[in-house]
C-alpha cells in the first residue's frame, strides 16, 4: 500500500492563479481531510468528506473548493490563489471516524506570490 | 472557544527523559492526542487518551492528564536522537463532530 500520496510536493502560484493539489488514497477509508499548516499554529482544518458524495466545510474553508467522486480521491482546489494561502498543505484519510486515527500524506508546500 | 496551547521549544539530552507540555480551555475534550511530526513528513499518531483516564503508558511514552487544570503532558523515556521531531497535542470534541483543535508544536531537540 502506497498509504495517502500527495501531489505534488512543491508548488508556486502567482495571486489569482488557480490549481488544484491531489490526494489519493489505497487503503479504502471513507473518511478525508485536508488540514493547512502556518508556523507557530498547529493544522487546521479545511474540508472533510466522510464518504464518496459528500464534503462538509472545517475551520477555514473560504478560498477552496472540495469533491468526492470515488472513496480514493479527494482533490482541494484553490479558486483564486491569495497571498495567505502560503502553506503547507495535507491530506488525510481515517479508517474509522473522522478524525482523531488520521493517516497523513507527506504534505504540499505552496507558495503564493 | 477552544484554545491548544504548548511551549516552543525542549532540548534534552540522549538518554534522559523529556516532558513535553500542553494546556488546553475546553473542559468537554471528549479525547486528547499526541502527534509527531518530522522533518518533510506528515503528521503520525503517537497517542490518544480518553478524557475519562488519568494515565495511559505505551512502551516508552506515559501521558499524564490532569481534567482540573486542563492539563496534558507526554513523557519519552530514554529520549532518543530518532525523538527528534515537532510534537502536536490535539483535542477533540464530541460536541464539534469530534474535529480536532491543534497546538502549535512543541520542536524536540535531542542532544547526543
Known amino acids: 500500500n502506497a498509504g495517502v500520496t500527495q501531489t505534488p510536493k512543491f508548488q508556486v502560484l502567482k495571486t489569482g492563479q488557480s490549481m488544484t493539489l491531489q490526494c489519493a488514497q489505497d487503503?479504502?477509508?471513507?473518511?478525508m481531510s485536508w488540514y493547512r499548516q502556518d508556523p507557530g499554529m498547529g493544522l487546521r482544518l479545511i474540508h472533510y468528506?466522510?464518504?464518496?458524495?459528500?464534503?462538509d466545510q472545517g475551520e477555514v474553508p473560504n478560498g477552496y473548493n472540495v469533491s468526492r467522486s470515488t472513496t480514493e480521491d479527494f482533490p482541494l482546489r484553490l479558486l483564486s490563489a491569495a497571498p495567505s494561502q502560503t502553506s503547507v498543505y495535507f491530506c488525510?484519510?481515517?479508517?474509522?471516524?473522522?478524525?482523531?486515527?488520521?493517516?497523513f500524506g507527506p504534505g504540499t508546500r505552496l507558495t503564493v506570490t | 472557544g477552544e484554545d491548544v496551547e504548548q511551549s516552543l521549544f525542549l532540548s534534552v539530552r540522549e538518554g534522559d527523559s523529556s516532558v513535553i507540555n500542553c494546556t488546553y480551555t475546553?473542559?468537554?475534550?471528549?479525547?486528547l492526542y499526541w502527534y509527531k511530526q518530522e522533518p518533510g513528513a506528515g503528521l503520525q499518531l503517537l497517542t490518544y487518551i480518553f478524557s475519562n483516564m488519568d494515565m495511559k503508558q505505551d512502551q516508552r511514552l506515559t501521558v499524564l492528564l490532569n481534567k482540573k487544570d486542563k492539563h496534558l503532558s507526554l513523557r519519552i523515556a530514554d529520549t532518543q536522537t530518532g525523538d527528534s521531531a515537532i510534537y502536536f497535542c490535539a483535542e477533540s470534541m464530541e460536541a464539534a463532530g469530534n474535529k480536532l483543535t491543534f497546538g502549535g508544536g512543541t520542536r524536540v531537540l535531542v542532544k547526543p
Open positions: 487503503m479504502n477509508h471513507e473518511y
Open positions: 488525510a484519510s481515517a479508517p474509522s471516524q473522522p478524525f482523531g486515527s488520521e493517516y
Open positions: 468528506s466522510v464518504g464518496a458524495g459528500i464534503t
Open positions: 475546553d473542559s468537554s475534550s471528549t479525547y
